[in-house]
Each structure stands twice: as C-alpha cells, then as structure tokens.
C-alpha cells in the first residue's frame, strides 16, 4: 500500500523522467532530449527504508501559449500538484533560474506544499556550489544537487522525502475503522450514496459529470462499525482536455483503492455495465481489495417479474473475475436498502482479513485431491504436497508443488473453488502461489 504521493515538476528537459525511472527501477518514462517527450502523467511505486510510495511524473511545464499540448501539460502538472503529498522541484544547474522556473515556483508556493527544490545535471558537486546557491533566490528553500544521470545524490533525496512524508502514525490507524472507497464512472451517484449515509449534503452533488474534484474522506459511526468513506468522485470538465481528465480520474481512483479495506462499486442500473466499469472494477480485483456491487438507481429502474436475477446474471456475465463480489440494488436517492451495504461491508471485510490454519487447509486438499485427481502430462503427475496460507487482504495461499508447470489454471481455480465452498469467501478476492520444490524430495 501507498504511503504517500511524490509529484516531479519542472520545466522540460530537466531529467525529470531520468530521475523517476532510477527510483522505479525501469525505462516506463520516456527519455530523450526533446523538450516535452513526457506528455502524459505516469505513475509508478517505489520504496525507501520501508516505506511504499508513488511517484509521479510529469510532462515539462512550458510557457503558457495557445498550443492545446502544451497547455495539457500544464494542466497535468496542476493536476499532480492537487493530488501529491510532496513535490520535487527539478531545476537544471546548467541553463541556472529562468522564467519558466521562478513562474513554477510561484505555482508552488500559491498550491502550499511541501517542496523540495532540486538541481540536476550536477556533474562537479564541488565545481557547482556557486551556481547551486543562485536557486536560492527561488525562495523555496534549500536546494539539493543531484545527477540524474549518474545517480548522484539520489539517495540523499529519497531521504528527505522519506522524511517529509506524512508518517503512518499521523493518520487515523484505529484498526476498528474500515476505508471504504465509494468508486465507479462520473454521475453514477457516488457523493449522493455518502451524503445518504452521512444525513446531510456534505458532497457537491449534480447532474454534471464529474462534479467532485478532490477526494474526500468522512469518518462515520453507526450501529454496525465505525468507517471512513472515500469519495473518489471524477473532475469538473474542460474543454478538449476529456482524455486528461480520464487520465486523472483513474489515477485518483487506484490511490482511494489502494488506501481502502472495502471498495463498493457502483453501477448506473439504467446503464448496466459498461466498459468504464470493467476497467474500474479490474483495479479493485488486482488490488486484492474487498468488493461489493452497488447497482444504483433501482428505484428508477422498470422493473419484470425475475427482474434482480436476470440482472445479476447479466452482471456476472460481464465482470465474470468479480463473481464471488455479493449484489445489492440501491438508490442513494430515496436510500432504498442503505442500510444493508453496511453487513456486507462488515462481511466482506472481515473474509478479506481471514486466516484459515494450515492443518484445516491441509484437510482441504487431501480431499479436493481425492475427488479431483491433479494433471498429468507426458505421463508425469502434478503431486502437491502442502498448502499454507502466507497473507491478508487479499487471502493469499502458499502451495508447495513439484512442478510449476505441471499446475494449470484449471486446478488452480478448482482450489479457490473449494475454499470459497469450505470457507466462503465472499467478497474477496484468492490468491494462489506456487511453490516448487525440487524434485529429488518427491520420495
């Protein structure tokens, strides 16, 4: 899980995408030394010292013209702004303060967040001090020598924002408390769901996609728990800059998951699934996250007799990897069935945090085993020899095998089958491992 949100800001060609690529240990920017390469946002995680956490990069931000790219890349840049914890600030030593640098570091200081102001391109740290100490004119504070390049100062770097980030005991860590993201597409009713829950018009509510801009967390209390909502509503729309906005949207939304115990994704009941759904529902899955399906507007929906099984059939058929995620049909307007989303949020999580011991695990696949033979090829028989749960959120399963590839798919998910029928499971997604072990010590 993401500890925190590391957006890198800077006008072009100064080693932005270099220095982000080091930190996530691959070539996912694009390098070169034409200004402006990196157009889109790209995200990825890191660690230092134990702590996760994601790092952004941005496109160059250019002066402001008429051009409609370069305006997406200021705008990009605003947006990584809005959504970072802490922003690095990359200079180049080499060019010293321009325009560009003092009109961004004017944007920084109006966004009020932490900043580390960085030169790179620093080939001589002791050659440089003279043109280092020019950025303090900045007012930005002290800036930091770096070589992207040649990964000079990099670590020292990596210390600060370790240091910078907001520390896990500075946040709510009461582990009777579930995050729950509210997530789906713009105007399917997310805000109107909380402000249900909450009693009152907390989030700005409208027919206007994307009318929320910023996340937003509520703690709440009731009857069944204590909770904090997350509001991963999308953005207010621009004109030819939908594609951005989509960019943004998903971004936001895998930081709300990431951050959350139980994801409840809300489907528009008139609309049924659609292919935005799909690709919201998939970060949930792979996240490993618990799940409810919120169909919403059923008040709104005409209804026939077999009409709630034939619809959670048709939901099954499209998000068919989602089909151990329960259903409920709601409306966050009249709060028709509110209520029971809290059961499933307490049921889903507590199966998205259970821990089943090895021996009833082992019990398990003695007689899966015996009712369901393992495969064989070329002659050779697939023999598993032990089972072990490893993890939590999601329930992740160790199982010892002699041969990798002796173990497909089929098998494996005729095991999850069986400890969802053992053990329910419900909401949550199951991993499997393998394990191989040698084949000498088959014997």
């Not at 670590?155 to 995050?179: T, V």
């Not at 991993?431 to 040698?438: F, G, Q, S, W």
């Amino acid at each position: 899980m993401s500890n925190g949100v590391v957006a890198i800001i800077g006008k072009p060609n100064v080693g932005k995408s270099t220095f982000f690529n080091y930190l996530i240990g691959e070539r996912k920017a694009i390098v070169g030394d034409t200004p402006g390469m990196t157009r889109d946002r790209i995200y990825g995680e890191t660690n230092w010292r134990g702590r996760n956490f994601t790092i952004i990069d941005t496109g160059g931000i250019e002066e402001k013209s008429n051009d409609v790219i370069s305006n997406q890349m200021h705008l990009q840049a605003e947006i990584a702004i809005d959504l970072a914890d802490l922003v690095i600030f990359m200079t180049d030593v080499k060019t010293g303060i321009t325009s560009l640098d003092r009109e961004i570091a004017l944007m920084l200081k109006k966004a009020n967040k932490k900043v580390i102001l960085v030169c790179n391109k620093v080939d001589d740290f002791k050659k440089s001090e003279n043109d280092i100490y020019e950025f303090y004119n900045l007012g930005l504070g002290e800036p930091h020598a770096i070589s992207s390049a040649n990964a000079k100062g990099i670590g020292d770097i990596l210390d600060i924002i370790y240091e910078q980030l907001p520390k896990e005991d500075d946040e709510d860590n009461d582990d009777e408390r579930i995050k729950v993201a509210v997530i789906g597409k713009p105007n399917v009713g997310k805000s109107s769901l909380i402000n249900k829950i909450l009693g009152e018009n907390r989030l700005i509510v409208s027919d206007i996609a994307g009318t929320t801009r910023d996340a937003i967390d509520t703690d709440y209390e009731n009857k069944y728990g204590k909770y904090t909502f997350i509001d991963t509503a999308g953005l207010r729309k621009h004109n030819k800059i939908e594609e951005d906005i989509e960019k943004y949207s998903i971004l936001r939304t895998n930081l709300a998951i990431e951050r959350a115990d139980v994801c409840v994704l809300m489907i528009d009941a008139n609309e049924g699934v659609t292919e935005q759904d799909t690709k919201i529902a998939g970060m949930a899955h792979e996240a490993g996250k618990a799940i409810i399906i919120a169909i919403n507007k059923w008040d709104e929906y005409n209804k026939d007799d077999g009409t709630v099984e034939q619809y959670k059939k048709d939901v099954y058929n499209k998000l068919a990897y989602l089909s151990y995620a329960p259903i409920i049909f709601i409306s966050a307007k009249t709060g028709q069935r509110i209520d029971k989303i809290f059961e499933l949020i307490n049921k889903v999580s507590n199966f998205n945090s259970l821990r089943i011991s090895t021996s009833n695990l082992n019990e398990l696949l003695a007689e899966a085993v015996s009712i369901v033979q393992p495969p064989t090829d070329k002659g050779r028989r697939l023999k598993i020899y032990y089972m072990t749960q490893v993890s939590t959120k999601p329930p992740t399963f160790a199982v010892f095998v002699n041969s990798r590839k002796l173990f497909h798919f089929s098998y494996e998910r005729y095991l999850i089958n069986k400890l969802r029928q053992e053990f329910d499971f419900s909401g949550t997604p199951i991993r499997i491992l393998i394990r191989e072990r040698k084949e000498k010590e088959d014997d």
